[in-house]
């Protein structure tokens, strides 16, 4: 059986906690300026604050600030007057880019016959257009939409979004089923042969499409950038969504193809109901005698 480390035996015991109680109240504006001293600086330390995240969520006052931290955008050290300028900063080099690109266009468009074309495709490609949209309805000004989500899909780039991460992200929830769920992972290498890996736009999107509503996909997503309950929990809730489907598969013998259409269906998700149970299957593995390429991947 897998050694448990007293935190991975703590993580264990919150994710088991989360899904057998009603989830507490959000992190509300009270609650959050709680956790800063006179000075700005954060009193209560990131992985406290990340735990309260995967356990409560954010209230949406707070969300903006709150994802400044967990992308990157702030230093978790900072006080308040560093964040000020950190702010004026990237205002001051995202307008600067802006104007970079202003010069220099012209001259692309003149040295490449399809840079207009291409520049309209580069947001569409994988949908990061759907994305962007996200972030510009979570903050206020350009240069923020434009900061957050360039260091988002900077700590997403092993996990979700960039393909080199995806298809690791697949391997992996092979792997898993094979492990978890023998049974079903013999119907998916044979009929269902080819459908795992064609879920690669739940990666890719970081399960955008998947939710009723925009606070569940943010919900997700602030969770996914806690790193909370373990690494790389994107491959456990993908595992979590396709056991919603594991009993139509195989009760109808389902081929790659219909199994895809299945999942497909999967709208309209409520994100605290998915997260509680990829974090029961986050503790049944910790549970259990772990193979390497797993217990490396998760623990």
């Known amino acids: 059986m897998t050694t448990l480390s007293p935190e991975n035996s703590l993580s264990a015991r919150q994710s088991a906690s989360f899904i057998l109680v009603?989830?507490?109240?959000?992190i509300d504006k009270t609650e959050w300026d709680g956790f800063f001293d006179e000075n700005g600086h954060l009193a209560k330390s990131r992985d406290f604050i990340c735990v309260n995240i995967l356990e409560r969520g954010l209230h949406p006052l707070?969300?903006?600030?709150?994802?400044?931290?967990?992308?990157?955008?702030?230093?978790?050290?900072?006080?308040?007057?560093?964040?000020?300028?950190?702010?004026?900063?990237?205002?001051?080099?995202?307008?600067?880019l802006c104007q970079m690109y202003q010069k220099i266009e012209p001259l692309l468009e003149n040295l490449h016959q399809n840079f207009i074309e291409t520049r309209n495709n580069i947001k569409y490609q994988q949908g990061f257009h759907e994305m962007v949209m996200l972030f510009q309805l979570m903050v206020e000004h350009d240069h923020e939409t434009f900061w957050l989500f360039q260091f988002f899909l900077q700590k997403m780039e092993h996990s979700c979004v960039i393909n080199i991460g995806v298809g690791k992200n697949l391997d992996m929830l092979n792997n898993?089923?094979?492990?978890?769920?023998?049974?079903?992972?013999?119907?998916?290498?044979?009929?269902?042969?080819?459908?795992?890996?064609?879920?690669?736009?739940?990666?890719?999107?970081?399960?955008?499409?998947?939710?009723?509503?925009?606070d569940d996909v943010w919900r997700l997503w602030e969770v996914l950038l806690t790193g909370k309950p373990c690494r790389n929990f994107q491959v456990l809730v993908a595992y979590s969504m396709l056991q919603m489907v594991r009993e139509q598969v195989l009760r109808e013998s389902m081929s790659g193809d219909n199994i895809l259409l299945a999942c497909n269906k999967l709208i309209d998700l409520d994100a605290d109901e998915l997260i509680s149970a990829a974090c029961v299957v986050y503790a049944e593995l910790l549970q259990k005698e772990v193979p390497r390429p797993l217990k490396d991947f998760f623990l």
């Open 22 to 26: 009603k989830r507490k109240p959000s």
């Open 62 to 96: 707070v969300r903006t600030e709150a994802w400044k931290f967990l992308t990157g955008y702030y230093s978790w050290q900072s006080s308040q007057d560093e964040r000020l300028t950190v702010d004026s900063t990237r205002r001051k080099n995202y307008e600067a």
């Open 176 to 214: 898993l089923i094979t492990f978890l769920d023998p049974v079903f992972a013999e119907h998916l290498q044979g009929k269902g042969a080819g459908a795992v890996q064609s879920l690669f736009p739940w990666f890719c999107l970081c399960f955008q499409r998947a939710f009723k509503s925009f």
